[in-house]
T-cell receptor
Framework: NAGVMQNPRHLVRRRGQEARLRCSPM?????VYWYRQLPEEGLKFMVY????????ESGMPKERFSAEFPKEGPSILRIQQVVRGDSAAYFC??????????????FGAGTRLSVL | QQQVKQSPQSLIVQKGGISIINCAYE??????FPWYQQFPGKGPALLIA?????SEKKEGRFTISFNKSAKQFSLHIMDSQPGDSATYFC?????????FGQGTTLQVKP
């Protein structure tokens, strides 16, 4: 009964490159959330997705960041033209149901992005 | 109004003592209040959660106290153990996304 799987665990990119972070939710979960954790800070919400739909992207930077959760396959968080300030831990969480129900979110181990 | 304020930032407790972490919120629409535990290099793990229709929830050594009128909730860790040393985050939600507090680093001394 695998949990939320994120890969890669560590990702190193040079400034200007693209970063692709993948998240496979727990089996049976159709809701995915992405959070960012800067060093010595709390987690900040980025985006909430269901299969083929973006439900809430109010925490996503307006440029360079995008997310998708296709009908088949993992959810992808994509960061284009990375800058040093993008260095952080990116966590994915999944839940079996959305708000209004028992919205328990289970987190993956995260992807640590380092931008050189 | 979307903020959740958490205190203290760090806490040192002797083994066997009680650890208490407090959180306050503004948005009265929040209807779900979880606490997460995070070890270095790991993802947050759900510890315990409460909804505003109850004032207290206990699971093992962990208790959430909830004061709806004061818009505050707290985590109590009874008989704290060195293995409890971690960072603890409170959070609040009503629309799916979790709004996290700033975190409390707990150190339990043997």
């Amino acid at each position: 009964n695998a949990g939320v799987m994120q890969n890669p665990r560590h990702l190193v990119r040079r400034r200007g490159q693209e970063a692709r972070l993948r998240c496979s939710p727990m089996k049976g979960h159709s809701h995915v959330y992405w959070y960012r954790q800067l060093p010595e800070e709390g987690l900040k919400f980025m985006v909430y997705l269901q299969k083929e739909n973006i439900i809430d992207e109010s925490g996503m930077p307006k440029e360079r960041f995008s997310a998708e959760f296709p009908k088949e396959g993992p959810s992808i968080l994509r960061i284009q033209q990375v800058v040093r300030g993008d260095s952080a831990a990116y966590f994915c969480a999944s839940s079996p149901r959305g708000p209004g129900a028992k919205n328990i979110q289970y987190f993956g181990a995260g992807t640590r992005l380092s931008v050189l | 109004q979307q903020q959740v304020k958490q205190s203290p930032q760090s806490l040192i407790v002797q083994k066997g003592g009680i650890s208490i972490i407090n959180c306050a919120y503004e948005n009265t629409a929040f209807d779900y209040f979880p606490w997460y535990q995070q070890f270095p290099g790991k993802g947050p793990a759900l510890l315990i959660a409460i909804r505003p229709d109850v004032s207290e929830k206990k699971e093992g050594r962990f208790t959430i106290s909830f004061n709806k009128s004061a818009k505050q909730f707290s985590l109590h860790i009874m008989d704290s153990q060195p293995g409890d040393s971690a960072t603890y985050f409170c959070a609040a939600s009503n629309t799916g996304k979790l709004i996290f507090g700033q975190g409390t680093t707990l150190q339990v001394k043997p």
